[in-house]
């Protein structure tokens, strides 16, 4: 069953060629749902199984209550309403920008949809109004990811795929573009599924996670939820951290700090993040934290935080991983510490004893609008 009656849920079973997959998962129908893992794992085959592009015997695919496979009954891709952003943006070379655009919009109405994306909102949400009459072969790599996002914007869809839009960028085009990415999760209900293997891109976009393996997926969930599971391979990552949604609750002028509150507890972090209401993400990495019997009586870290252990999972024959969570009763965000198993055992650490938290530091990921529970139409 998927995840609401308007939700997106898969069940894709077949060979394409000589890969085989074997993926069944739900996923919100709003927001950005990442598809992560290695190379060659099926990622895209998922998404072009979706859009129609790859036929399975043994498929369903069901978007927003709209039955786009089930067996042998099955819409061809022009019959679905699926907006796809390819890692190359491919846009037509004798038309400039404006006239891209339109052949989206015009397509889309041609076939009767509703104009619930306008024109003059997709480019001022991408930042291209001064674009408009510039030809195709001019424009910057990032440039030209942000016209084919908006072409398949204007062709209505009811699900948009991205298909690594950033891979084929340097580091500050991905930058560039990425807040516009940002902007676009945040201000229309259309939903996302985002195929990535960078695991940054994934922290900054997606709200929903699937991990995919060999043609599976292994999970599927919350982000902040599978991150600080143990027992997947994410949370064995160099990298591995858990990211959280915080909201400024104050300042300290004199030292340039705000104090933002996460489920669970407050955390005190560099710099002025805005008034106070105001969203973010922060990430907090396993290697950052540490774990402590006792109050420290004082310390250079600032962020100290009564905690209960909730399990450990070995990472090899020196490390361990432990999930804690924040607050005294253990009803808060958890979150990943990776210490060492001699650590474990002298402290005499074990699951369900209460814990103090230390955060060395903290990442902030990204700004995000107030979660009013409501999304715009769109």
Not at 26 to 35: I, K, Q
Not at 128 to 145: F, I, M, P, W
Not at 219 to 230: H, I, M, R
Not at 296 to 312: K, W, Y
């Amino acid at each position: 069953m998927s995840l609401e009656p308007q939700g997106i849920s898969a069940t894709l079973r077949g060979r394409i060629g000589g890969f085989e997959i074997s993926t069944d998962f739900d996923a919100p129908g709003r927001g950005v749902t990442a598809l992560f893992g290695p190379s060659g794992c099926g990622k895209t085959t998922v998404l072009r199984c979706i859009a129609g592009l790859e036929r399975l015997p043994q498929a369903r695919v069901t978007i927003r209550g709209e039955v786009w496979q089930d067996g042998a009954k099955y819409l061809p891709p022009h019959c679905r309403d699926v907006g796809y952003v390819f890692q190359e943006a491919s846009l037509f070379t004798h038309l400039r920008v404006k006239g891209n655009l339109a052949f989206g919009q015009k397509r889309a109405l041609r076939a009767g949809a509703t104009e619930a994306i306008r024109l003059d909102e997709v480019v001022e949400l991408l930042g291209l109004g001064r674009l408009l009459d510039r030809s195709v072969a001019k424009l910057s790599g990032g440039e030209r990811q942000r016209v084919a996002i908006g072409r398949a914007l204007l062709s209505q869809p009811r699900l948009l795929l991205m298909d690594e839009p950033l891979a084929a960028l340097d580091r500050f085009s991905k930058e560039d573009i990425l807040p516009y990415i940002e902007t676009l999760r945040d201000s229309l209900s259309v939903p996302v599924l985002y195929v990535s293997h960078d695991i940054a891109e994934v922290e900054r976009l997606a709200d929903h996670l699937i991990l995919m393996r060999d043609g599976r997926a292994v999970a599927s969930g919350a982000l902040d939820k599978l991150q600080a599971d143990p027992r997947l391979p994410i949370a064995r990552l160099p990298d591995a951290g858990v990211t959280l949604r915080a909201r400024v609750v104050g300042h300290d002028p004199d030292y340039c700090l705000s104090r933002v509150d996460v489920p669970g507890g407050t955390l005190i972090v560099p710099g002025n993040l805005g008034p106070d209401g105001t969203s973010h993400r922060v990430r907090i990495a396993a290697s950052d934290v540490s774990l402590t019997r006792d109050p420290p009586l004082a310390s250079t870290i600032l962020n100290v935080l009564a905690s209960r252990i909730i399990t450990m999972e070995s990472q090899d024959s020196y490390l361990v991983v432990v999930v804690v969570a924040l607050g005294e009763d253990g009803s808060g965000a958890r979150v990943l510490a990776r210490i060492s198993r001699r650590s474990w055992d002298t402290l005499g650490l074990e699951p369900g004893q209460k814990i103090y938290t230390q955060i060395k530091g903290m990442a902030l990921v990204t700004r995000e609008p107030p979660d009013d529970g409501a999304r715009p139409p769109g």
